[in-house]
């Protein structure tokens, strides 16, 4: 009895962990599909509730979808303009800045070879081999630059189409979903998915209005410490906390750099660390419980596999989107009762209990 038991268990794992080997399979070697038909999906639920509200004031179907779909677009336009504002100022400044990093480099240089003994002859051959290894690699990095590109312009293109019939046929991808879970009633699933879209939708607005504090705070905590082009810096250590621990990290390595250069003091970089930290303490602590009050609870752990995962499978494009996908499926296991393991897996230790 034990052994057919424990053989039981042995192949319902297996057969799991075939089922994921086979799906990371489909989804490596189908990501120029997904991917924007993933972003596409997101983007869906966002504007879902925004379309069904124009929708019963009187608006038809496709203007309902057109007019929301064209405001977050020109929203997000208006983002980029600002970013690559801040980022032009950035760049005519260049020339002055690196007038300082080469005094910084040649003060680096000198106490590696007095105080370390790196000497300036070892110094100068590892710079040269470093640049010959980088020229012979040039030629491929251009072409991945540009095929990136030629990518991104496509999916700009490919990703508002698929938004708009996305929502357009919603009805019709309803049906396809009943046959797919023949098992669960037509009611039910309406159910789930209006409460997967209706939290995630929150939980989007949230977040939004999250990384607009942060970044503003990051800004005038930067402009009050007197750091050059505080606004792009702020803003985007704002977006990247999106990765948890990392991304507050990373995106403090060039304000820390720019202020050092700037001014010759250890001192401002140490006060960049400290204004991001106190943001980041209020961000955890009072912003994000009262912008956001329908977490999607996934832990920590699963959040940063989630974000190693998608980096392999899906690239950058994964990165971003594997962390709302565990999102979502814990949204719908949480309304599943035989998904309660797996809900139970991805979720926090500080969830209210179930009655």
């Given amino acids: 009895m034990r052994r057919s038991i424990h053989s039981g268990d042995t192949n319902t794992l297996l057969t799991y962990l075939q089922y994921l080997v086979y799906g990371c399979i489909i989804l490596y070697f189908g990501k120029d599909l997904f991917i924007p038909l ?16 124009m929708e019963r004031k009187g608006t038809g179907r496709l203007i309902a979808i057109i007019l929301s779909l064209t405001v977050l677009i020109i929203l997000g336009l208006l983002l980029v303009a600002l970013l690559v504002y801040q980022l032009s100022a950035f760049v005519k ?14 003060q680096l240089s000198k106490f590696l070879a007095d105080v370390v003994g790196f000497s300036k002859e070892e110094q100068q051959g ?55 879970f023949p098992t669960e009633s037509d009611d039910r699933l309406r159910e789930i998915l209006f409460l997967t879209t209706r939290a995630y939708y929150n939980f989007i607005k949230g977040m939004a209005l ?69 943001v980041q303490y209020l961000e955890a602590n009072v912003i994000f419980p009262l912008a956001v009050s329908n977490r999607l609870n996934v832990n920590t ?55």
């Avoid at 400044?93 to 480099?105: F, R, V, Y």
Wanted: proline content about 5%; glycine content about 8%; charged content about 10%.
């Fill in 301 to 355: 752990l699963v959040m940063l596999l989630a974000i190693f995962a998608g980096g392999i499978l899906w690239g950058m494009a994964g990165m971003i989107l594997f962390v709302p996908f565990a999102g979502i499926l814990k949204l719908i296991a949480d309304h599943n009762p035989r998904w309660k393991t797996l809900s139970l897996l991805l979720g926090t230790d500080n969830e209210k209990a179930s009655p």
């Fill in 126 to 180: 590892f710079i040269e081999r470093l640049s010959d290894q980088s020229g012979s690699n040039l030629i491929t990095v251009l072409r991945r630059t540009i095929s990136a590109s030629a990518v991104s312009m496509v999916l700009l293109i490919l990703i508002p189409v698929y938004v708009v019939l996305i929502l357009y046929y919603r009805r019709y991808w309803m049906k396809v979903l009943s046959r797919l």
């Fill in 93 to 106: 400044e260049w020339p002055a800045i690196q007038l300082k990093l080469g005094n910084s480099l040649t």
């Fill in 210 to 278: 999250v990384y607009l504090i942060v970044g503003a705070l990051n800004s005038v905590g930067l402009l009050l410490l007197g750091v050059p082009h505080a606004v792009l810096f702020g803003f985007i250590a704002s977006i990247l906390t999106f990765i948890p621990y990392v991304g507050i990290i990373v995106g403090s390595l060039l304000p820390v750099a720019m202020s050092w250069i700037t001014y010759d003091s250890i001192w401002y970089p140490v006060g960049v660390v400290g204004i991001f930290t106190f």
């Fill in 38 to 53: 993933s972003f596409a999906l997101l983007i869906s639920f966002v504007l879902y509730p925004i379309c069904a509200w």
